[in-house]
T-cell receptor, first 112, second 114 residues
Framework: GEQVEQRPPHLSVREGDSAVIICTYTDPNSYYFFWYKQEPGAGLQLLMKVFSSTEINEGQGFTVLLNKKDKQLSLNLTAAHPGDSAVYFCAVTGTGGYKVVFGSGTRLLVSP | EAAVTQSPRNKVAVTGGKVTLSCNQTNNHNNMYWYRQDTGHGLRLIHYSYGAGSTEKGDIPDGYKASRPSQENFSLILELATPSQTSVYFC?????????????FGAGTRLSVL
């Protein structure tokens, strides 16, 4: 079945720096890709949902890149600020499937 | 905004005791899920449901049962709790069609089994 490897497990950057988190998945038929953000003591909140047909997606302060050839999904925070400090999870699923497979998470700390 | 509510938020149980974790969603989603979150493992799927009356085994179902008595409610049951089940448990709901894979999570239940 689908496996998702996420790295790094921990990431510490200064305010204004960029931060990159990468996930590598195994199933070439994967179709939906997600980034979730988890703040302390809270559940996961959807940051962005990406379809396999779109390789670059931009949100507020971040960019998601999908490299289907290498089966990689990345989250790039362009100018991190302390409010971005959280645990980030990628998730992957296939067409019509119920099962969402999560990466192991990246704990991001942004210091002033 | 989708709303998923878990109760209790914190629970301390004794080994061998019965524990029931409850989840309620108000989004009228068909699909509901129970995950556990442990350091280094991310989220692992325990049980899920396609609708009222249905429960399916996820990746790590051993030691857990699930119950879906209605569209809104999905419970996770530990009949004989063990210390290895100490974890944070998350319930999620998801719709059908193009949105079915987008999950909406509750705030989690922190369970300690002593």
């Amino acid at each position: 079945g689908e496996q998702v490897e996420q790295r790094p497990p921990h990431l510490s950057v200064r305010e204004g720096d960029s931060a990159v988190i990468i996930c590598t998945y195994t199933d070439p038929n994967s179709y939906y890709f997600f980034w979730y953000k988890q703040e302390p003591g809270a559940g996961l909140q959807l940051l962005m949902k990406v379809f396999s047909s779109t390789e670059i997606n931009e949100g507020q302060g971040f960019t998601v890149l999908l490299n289907k050839k290498d089966k990689q999904l990345s989250l790039n925070l362009t100018a991190a600020h302390p409010g971005d400090s959280a645990v980030y999870f990628c998730a992957v699923t296939g067409t019509g499937g119920y099962k969402v497979v999560f990466g192991s998470g990246t704990r991001l700390l942004v210091s002033p | 905004e989708a709303a998923v509510t878990q109760s209790p938020r914190n629970k301390v149980a004794v080994t061998g005791g019965k524990v029931t974790l409850s989840c309620n969603q108000t989004n009228n989603h068909n699909n509901m899920y129970w995950y556990r979150q442990d350091t280094g493992h991310g989220l692992r799927l325990i049980h899920y449901s396609y609708g009222a009356g249905s429960t399916e085994k996820g990746d790590i179902p051993d030691g857990y049962k699930a119950s879906r008595p209605s569209q809104e409610n999905f419970s996770l049951i530990l009949e004989l709790a063990t210390p290895s089940q100490t974890s944070v448990y998350f319930c999620a709901s998801g719709g059908t069609g193009p949105s079915q894979n987008t999950l909406y999570f509750g705030a989690g239940t922190r369970l300690s089994v002593l």
